[in-house]
T-cell receptor, first 114, second 110 residues
Framework: GAGVSQSPSNKVTEKGKDVELRCDPI?????LYWYRQSLGQGLEFLIY????????KSGLPSDRFSAERTGGSVSTLTIQRTQQEDSAVYLC????????????FGPGTRLLVL | QQQVKQSPQSLIVQKGGISIINCAYE??????FPWYQQFPGKGPALLIA?????SEKKEGRFTISFNKSAKQFSLHIMDSQPGDSATYFC?????????FGSGTKLNVKP
């Protein structure tokens, strides 16, 4: 079946602009995660959605970052007033239930802020 | 504070050799320990995972060794192949939140 998809695959933007990154999880997966991976670094947790529960936003680095998940499926990560330090690969993952289940990752969106 | 510490940062192994990557954690509430493999330009993919009720899990050439008392776990890749060259991440999970190590870049020389 189809895996996790993300769009765009690459995004170049100017400092101060807003960007939206999209994630389509695997159908039927109730858990969805966003991570940030800086060059040569590990994965930094950003936000977690589970079903209709309130999301765990504890990893969002600033109030410029927000995310939503519509209808329990597609998720959008929005970065407002982008800064150069926001340049990274943004990865989305989904899992069947989130309770220690296998996470399936998308290919990521490579964001470059000039 | 880094929840999961991974070493080494990079590793060079000859074809046919054994690759060993180590991770350590502090939170005893972690109950799921996966390893992910990531190729350039791709997202991480689950390689093998273990829960703390067993000390070892083997899948093909890949083995996780788990030491609960030492709060350490490691990935062993037997008969390493050039196709194993990738970045490997360990992770630890408590219910629904995952903490990743900083990654090990493995290069298997032919």
């Amino acid at each position: 079946g189809a895996g996790v998809s993300q769009s765009p695959s690459n995004k170049v933007t100017e400092k101060g602009k807003d960007v939206e990154l999209r994630c389509d999880p695997i159908s039927g997966h109730t858990a969805l995660y966003w991570y940030r991976q800086s060059l040569g670094q590990g994965l930094e947790f950003l936000i977690y959605f589970q079903g209709n529960s309130a999301p765990d936003k504890s990893g969002l680095p600033s109030d410029r970052f927000s995310a939503e998940r519509t209808g329990g499926s597609v998720s959008t990560l929005t970065i407002q007033r982008t800064q150069q330090e926001d340049s990274a690969v943004y990865l989305c993952a989904s899992s069947r239930s989130g309770r220690g289940e296998t996470q399936y990752f998308g290919p990521g969106t490579r964001l470059l802020v000039l | 504070q880094q929840q999961v510490k991974q070493s080494p940062q990079s590793l060079i192994v000859q074809k046919g050799g054994i690759s060993i990557i180590n991770c350590a954690y502090e939170n005893t509430a972690f109950d799921y320990f996966p390893w992910y493999q990531q190729f350039p330009g791709k997202g991480p993919a689950l390689l093998i995972a273990i829960r703390p009720d067993v000390s070892e899990k083997k899948e093909g050439r890949f083995t996780i060794s788990f030491n609960k008392s030492a709060k350490q776990f490691s990935l062993h890749i037997m008969d390493s192949q050039p196709g194993d060259s990738a970045t490997y991440f360990c992770a630890a999970s408590n219910f629904n939140k995952f903490y990743f190590g900083s990654g090990t870049k493995l290069n298997v020389k032919p």
